[in-house]
């Protein structure tokens, strides 16, 4: 189809075909173009549900559909490239951050001791002590993460019994 196009285009410019029948015959390519590509470019990638992503984090994993569909729903997401700081040790945030893609160093005092990946959580004990950040979380690959806040956690937790019960565990 891309060669019709060229055709047209030449047939125009040697004055064989006028410019409104042109313009019509490669309207009509690039209809062809485009059904052609809703049939054979269909997207083979499955983007798993922010209800999955949470299902990853152990604690969280025993709790209901429901329950994870709800906090799902409160989940933002970022983008960090690498050398990005994702938290800073000492840094006092009430979150948790779910990474979903990439690969970044866990340090304190600058000292590294983990390296995380896809699945890993961070902030688990910040999000329910509000204590300070225990570490510094640095991108090292592009990373791709999602984060709950504490707020939205104790929101649910008032109406849901199975999330209450584990955050008193």
């Known amino acids: 189809l891309n060669e019709e196009r060229i055709e047209i285009l030449d047939m125009l410019e040697s004055g064989v075909l006028d410019e409104a029948e042109a313009e019509k015959m490669i309207e009509e390519v690039e209809h062809r173009m485009q059904e052609l590509n809703k049939t054979y470019c269909k997207p083979k990638v499955i983007i798993p549900a922010r209800a999955d992503e949470l299902r990853r984090v152990t604690w969280l994993s025993s709790l209901s559909d429901d329950t994870l569909d709800k906090l799902a729903a409160g989940l933002g997401a970022r983008a960090y490239e690498a050398g990005d700081a994702i938290t800073k040790q000492g840094a006092k945030e009430r979150s948790l951050c779910i990474i979903t893609k990439g690969v970044a160093t866990v340090a304190r005092d600058d000292e590294i001791f983990e390296i995380v990946g896809p699945g890993s959580v961070i902030g688990e004990t910040d999000i329910l ?34 999330l209450k019960a584990m955050l008193n565990k």
């Open 129 to 162: 002590t509000g204590d300070e950040r225990f570490s510094t979380v640095k991108a090292e690959t592009r990373v791709e993460a999602l984060w709950l806040t504490a707020d939205d956690v104790q929101l649910h937790a008032e109406t849901d019994s199975d």
